[in-house]
């Protein structure tokens, strides 16, 4: 946790092995990913609670030249990084421990599994021998349960006080009201169910409001022309729209209307999917340069004027305008 600067939320767990039960204090995570070395397939792990020390050494590490006397091991590729164990993986992650490809035991010799995540190796190592007899410590694994403390009050308050309130509130007059429009306006047509809308009144009069849908689209193609004069984007010529190199990319764009600034403001939706590919995934994130609060409040009085400064309409359009005329200098 330390190594990834990330915070998180203090709590306790009951940790139980063959030897021991205790409750133990830890940090929750949530939201990490892992992958597997030289590739580029993440997967999300499920909570993550830490712990100072782990019960694993490099002593441990299986190495290639651990593996030479099994010629059937030959296919295995085992990397050697300088690094710790700094996280431990349970069957609580069955997509990250599922067995892509196994290498079956000769004699006895280990056998190797290939996850997600790269090879595993499991046995002996040294001609059969058990780990007494071998240069390297024993390595004791045992089974671990953690329960979270407040599931298990929960547990119990709900065990010790199972009365439970099974009145159920009833259908106020204007639900009645709503269910029977709808069940007596139910009707097919060309296969498909219609509806009235369930109005309050029955005889309803509503003012024409043609002049307000005009008026906001006629902001809407103020703020797109303004963008272009502005030169926070740029039209794409013509003869360029028609390129089929996977160089091409469209963003849905809609109208969010502030009702307080009487203002239209237009959205780009870069996290739109298509066919299981979006653009937010193909470009970086970045560091995250924003300064906390308690930074910004802390340096305030460092000076004796403080300024203040805003980005006016920094739009995605101008982004992928930029990625484009690189793709073609490139």
């Known amino acids: 946790m330390q190594n990834l600067n990330l915070v998180g939320k203090r709590t306790h767990f009951l940790l139980q092995t063959m030897g021991q039960e205790k409750v133990v204090s830890a940090h929750s995570l949530t939201g990490l990913e892992v992958s597997g070395l030289g590739s580029n397939a993440f997967y999300e792990l499920p909570e993550i609670l830490t712990q100072e020390r782990m019960p694993v050494t490099t002593d441990n590490f299986v190495k290639e030249e651990d593996l030479v006397r099994w010629p059937y091991?030959?296919?295995v590729q085992?990397?050697?990084?300088?690094a710790n164990v700094d996280l431990l993986i349970g069957c609580n992650a069955p997509k990250l421990l599922e067995p892509w490809e196994v290498i079956h035991s000769q004699g006895n010799g280990p056998y190797a599994i290939r996850t997600a995540l790269g090879w595993v190796i499991n046995g002996p190592t040294e001609d059969g021998k058990s780990n007494l007899d071998?240069?390297?410590?024993?390595?004791v694994v045992n089974r671990i349960s953690v329960c979270k403390l407040e599931e298990m009050l929960k547990s119990q308050y709900n065990y010790d006080f199972n009365e439970k309130v099974t009145e159920e509130k009833g259908l106020s007059r204007e639900d009645l009201k709503f269910m029977k429009i709808m069940e007596k306006s139910a009707t097919m047509e060309d296969g498909h169910y219609c509806l009235k809308l369930p109005f309050k009144k029955d005889k309803i009069k509503m003012p024409n409001n043609f002049s307000i849908v005009k008026q906001r689209l006629h902001k809407y193609k103020n703020f797109m022309d303004e963008m272009l004069s502005n030169g926070y984007a740029e039209q794409i010529p013509s003869q360029q729209l028609s390129c089929e190199n996977g160089k091409k990319w469209y963003i849905p764009h809609h109208?969010?209307?502030?009702s307080r600034k009487r203002s239209i403001r237009i959205v780009f939706d870069c996290g739109a999917s298509f066919q299981g590919t979006l653009l937010n995934k193909q470009l970086l994130q970045g560091p995250n340069l924003t300064s906390t609060l308690l930074g910004v409040l802390l340096r305030f009085r460092q000076d004796p004027v403080p300024f203040i400064g805003d980005i006016k309409r920094l739009s995605a359009l101008f982004v992928v305008a930029r990625w484009r005329s690189e793709q073609e200098h490139n």
């Open 134 to 139: 071998s240069k390297h410590p024993p390595t």
């Open 73 to 75: 091991l030959s296919k």
């Open 78 to 82: 085992i990397p050697h990084i300088m």
């Open 255 to 258: 109208a969010v209307y502030h």
